[in-house]
T-cell receptor, first 113, second 113 residues
Framework: GAVVSQHPSWVICKSGTSVKIECRSL??????MFWYRQFPKQSLMLMAT?????????EQGVEKDKFLINHASLTLSTLTVTSAHPEDSSFYIC?????????FGQGTRLTVV | QKEVEQNSGPLSVPEGAIASLNCTYS??????FFWYRQYSGKSPELIMF????GDKEDGRFTAQLNKASQYVSLLIRDSQPSDSATYLC?????????????FGGGTRLMVKP
């Protein structure tokens, strides 16, 4: 199957700082990538749809100024959590579609202390 | 509102038995359905997808779709302890932002040796 690489796998940051997470499609081009957040023992919740060359589409309740998404190329989307707070601690996962299938990155576990 | 419902479990089966995982969805516009397996702390990995009524088999896995009843299931034959994980059901619908996946809460499966 296709490969989606996400980096970093885990990060610990201080409250008030910003963290950037990268999502790359390694062997295919992805005009659309998706960012999900998953709290413990809960399902994936879609945060936003990242569109190459245009603004991301955010789900209701997700602050676009806090979760900055940039999809500058057909193989890279980034999610920046700005001014992170402990309640932002979660598992962030990106996915990209290749044909009819959605492939996921490895996920990034963010802990804000 | 699009909803995908799953019994959270845990579903416990003995090794070698058939595990039956069920999922219902609310949006009749859903086109395709996906089953993902997620180990604790890891990203989901695709098991299989189905978009036509009936059964689709892939190795030990069989997905079943009944659009009239808005019901999707996943059967795992000859269950192994390594199958112990959370299984996520997702439905795909198209909206203005493109095709989106809506996830259920997941069913935790435990296969006991």
């Amino acid at each position: 199957g296709a490969v989606v690489s996400q980096h970093p796998s885990w990060v610990i940051c201080k409250s008030g700082t910003s963290v950037k997470i990268e999502c790359r499609s390694l062997d295919f081009q992805a005009t659309t990538m998706f960012w999900y957040r998953q709290f413990p023992k809960q399902s994936l919740m879609l945060m936003a749809t990242s569109n190459e060359g245009s603004k991301a589409t955010y789900e209701q309740g997700v602050e676009k100024d806090k979760f900055l998404i940039n999809h500058a190329s057909l193989t890279l989307s980034t999610l920046t959590v700005t001014s992170a707070h402990p309640e932002d601690s979660s598992f962030y996962i990106c996915s990209a579609r290749k044909n009819t299938e959605a492939f996921f990155g490895q996920g990034t576990r963010l802990t804000v202390v | 509102q699009k909803e995908v419902e799953q019994n959270s479990g845990p579903l416990s089966v003995p090794e070698g038995a058939i595990a039956s995982l069920n999922c219902t969805y609310s949006d009749r516009g859903s086109q395709s359905f996906f089953w993902y397996r997620q180990y604790s702390g890891k990203s989901p990995e695709l098991i299989m997808f189905i978009y036509s009524n009936g059964d689709k088999e892939d190795g030990r896995f069989t997905a079943q779709l009944n659009k009239a009843s808005q019901y999707v299931s996943l059967l795992i034959r000859d269950s192994q302890p390594s199958d112990s994980a959370t299984y996520l059901c997702a439905s795909e619908t198209a909206d203005n932002a493109g095709n989106m996946l809506t996830f259920g809460g997941g069913t935790r499966l435990m296969v006991k040796p």
